[in-house]
């Protein structure tokens, strides 16, 4: 499996980014896929995550009501639609998949990462 995310940047606050990841590979092994995010000096955080099997969405409490995560199973892309940013979501952002139908926010459970992109918010 490769994950290939993009979409990042600098915005204002209140301002709003999409991310997308482009997912190759068998599909199987990617039934679930999220995203992660790290900020410099932080701990990387679970963000959101989509079971492509039902749609089943998942989100961190600090993203809930802003973030939006959907896919896109014909193109084999996720998305990730951030709306009303703050400075607090300046982190790089990193696709992630798992081959279960299972969400979870560790880390660890997500078997393939892609490579970050970053996300700059200014106040």
């Known amino acids: 499996v490769q994950l290939q995310a993009c979409g990042g940047g600098l915005v204002q606050a209140g301002g709003s980014l999409r991310l997308s990841c482009a997912a190759s590979?068998?599909?199987?092994?990617?039934?679930?896929m999220g995203w992660f995010r790290q900020a410099p000096g932080k701990e990387r955080e679970f963000v959101a995550a989509i079971v492509w099997s039902g749609g089943s969405t998942y989100y961190a409490d600090s993203v809930k009501g802003r973030f939006t995560i959907s896919g896109d199973s014909a193109k084999n892309t996720m998305y990730l639609q951030m709306n009303d940013l703050t400075p607090e979501d300046t982190a790089v952002y990193y696709c992630?998949?798992?081959?279960?139908?299972?969400?979870?926010?560790?880390?660890?459970?997500?078997?393939?990462w892609g490579r970050g992109t970053e996300v700059t918010v200014s106040s």
């Open positions: 992630v998949a798992t081959p279960t139908g299972l969400v979870y926010s560790a880390s660890y459970y997500y078997k393939f």
């Open positions: 590979g068998r599909t199987d092994r990617r039934s679930a």
